[in-house]
């Protein structure tokens, strides 16, 4: 009988931590640590997973290259029919 995932014994519980800014990608894997009645101890590090990428749902959101003030200006348009204000004060040449 095949034991589920959940249940098997050598099973591993990570924790990824994954950030992306414009042209940078950085994931982070920190296991889990229990404790002997299973309640949460801390985070451990992980030494035998290397990762170059990611590929999933939430990996590379970020469009590849810098909007252009077109596509700003339509996105500012866009957000102003619906309503969305900006929280952040307006600058010179910022469109808010």
């Not at 030494?47 to 170059?52: D, G, N, R």
């Not at 990996?59 to 996105?75: S, V």
Request: aromatic content about 6%; charged content about 30%.
């Amino acid at each position: 009988m095949d034991t589920p995932p959940s249940e098997a014994l050598e099973r591993k519980e990570l924790v990824v931590l994954m950030g992306e800014a414009a042209g940078v990608q950085k994931q982070k894997l920190l296991p889990i640590i229990r404790t002997d009645a299973g309640g949460f101890f801390g985070f451990g590090e992980l030494k035998e997973l290397e990762v170059a990428s990611f590929k999933g749902r939430f990996a590379e959101i970020l469009p590849p290259k810098p909007p252009t003030e077109k596509q700003r200006a339509d996105a500012a348009v866009f957000l102003d029919v619906l309503g969305v204000k900006s929280a952040l004060p307006a600058r010179p040449g910022r469109i808010s």
